[in-house]
């Protein structure tokens, strides 16, 4: 993907931006990602626009995390397009166990990672999205980790729904949520 020019950005923040396009591993994108952010420096979004279009959806998330943890309402809208895209138009990684690329698979890692990422922005406007999303078999297990992250109490009523779900791994991810949104209250 070719990269634009950052030309008011600090010196460290145009070093980030190489590091973030070039590195491949997505969950170290992730960490780049985050030290992008924590720079606070919007001047880096023109450059990282491009990203938002890449076939590679946690490539597209992560560039989308920059977005919405800086202000720019695209990147929220971007993680629920990601959410909401079963398409299998997009770079594939999963293998299946005939050892051949998987899109389905992908999809589903793909939508999983797009729900953690709504809880690592910790914005309330995620809530309404991940409420419905803890009966959707691809993501609900880290639905609730990401509700308690963002630390609404209006997910209360719906994580205490999930505690009637059938899969143990689902009651315990939901029970975990309630605590730590007790918890929150109480301090």
Known sequence: MPSGHVSTALPQTVGLVEQFESTTVFWERFEVAKKIVALHDKSVLPRLELWLR??????????AFVFARLGDDRGLEIIKTILDDRSPKRAVYEIDSAGH???ALQIRADRYYAA????????????????PLLKDEDVKEVVPWSLGEIGDKSAIPSLKEALADKDLTMR???????????????N
């Open 54 to 63: 890449c076939e590679d959806m946690r490539r597209r998330g992560n560039a």
């Open 101 to 103: 690329p998987s899109p």
């Open 116 to 131: 953690h990422l709504l809880g690592d922005l910790k914005d309330v406007r995620a809530v309404p999205i991940l409420i």
């Open 172 to 186: 315990a991810s939901a029970l975990s949520a309630l605590e730590k949104l007790e918890q929150q209250a109480s």
